[in-house]
């Protein structure tokens, strides 16, 4: 980095200038920030870390991503406790081979993820680092009190569902090392596939619909692919859990994508990741109300299986019978 430290963090924070108010008391350029707490609601906090070459290569993410996705992947974790974003603040280690206009780059990132869902920045710490780039973020988000939706909530009877399509973030990681090779681009009629890699959503909205739900069970959301989410609900809440193949929702571009290349799309869904939809449980007699709110959004719903009596397990019915699905999450980088 060239610029002194303080030069930076106003440099990469500016649109943070003069934010006071609605409940902000004091943001970025003091010791710490000072905030309200609306009467009746819970904080939620939550912090997730990058690192370079762990959680991203700089061939598949440019800066911009990199802020965006960071700050998604914590929206994500307030939503499936059933709560919305208020603050963040950005913890960022840089090493020499980073300038810092490309830091710039990663805060225009995290401000339009931040900007979407009403997200203020208020602050962070700025650190160098010998060699891979390091990004942590926390959000603070608030909840109706004694009302956040836990993973351990769910019971046997329980419908499962989800809350959008999966599987596309980890076709659009696929593509996207495919196109790493000298000479070759990004797979012909695919190619927004990328965006669903690089600019995933947040579920916020679908998040405060299952809050108002009376019958709501557990949820999770998907980081790490939905038979991992889904094993830590059956593990927290004591309960088997069973989805059908048949029903996971698979965007048709995914689906043909993945026929292109000889992959199996419902590994994407079971072990990809990153799609940050909701997956939980609901009573079953809430179940339709639930679905009749969500398209009056315009959101989509879809159930996929039920909830059993029996230990911690998640088993699909496919087309050759039942399968149990292994707990495992996918690392990304195994396949390249
Ligand atoms: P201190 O030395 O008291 O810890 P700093 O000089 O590190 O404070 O930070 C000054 C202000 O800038 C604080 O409001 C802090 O939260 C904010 N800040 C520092 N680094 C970052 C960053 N990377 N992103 C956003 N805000 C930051
Ligand atoms: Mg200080």
Redesign the pocket.
Known sequence: MAND??TS?RQ??VR?AGQEGDGLRV???????VFAVAKGMEIVACCDAMIETIHFLRETMNAEDIGYKAMISNISDVAAMGGYPRYA????GVPPHWTVDECERIYTGLYEAADKYGVR??????VATPDALHLSVTVLGEVEAGKAIRRSAAKQGELVFVTGTLGGSAAGLHMLLDARTPGRNLASGFEELRLLHQRPEAQVAAARLLIRCPGIGACNDVSDGLASELWEIAEASGVSVYIEQDRLPILPLVAAYAHTVGADPVDWVLYGGEDYQLVGTVAERDAAELQAAFHQQGLPFAVIGRVKQGPPAVWMDTEAGQKALAKAGYNHFQRS
């Open positions: 430290e303080f963090i990469w924070t943070s943001g970025i350029g003091d010791d710490a920030a603040l950005i913890s960022i920045i208020i602050g962070g710490d700025t």
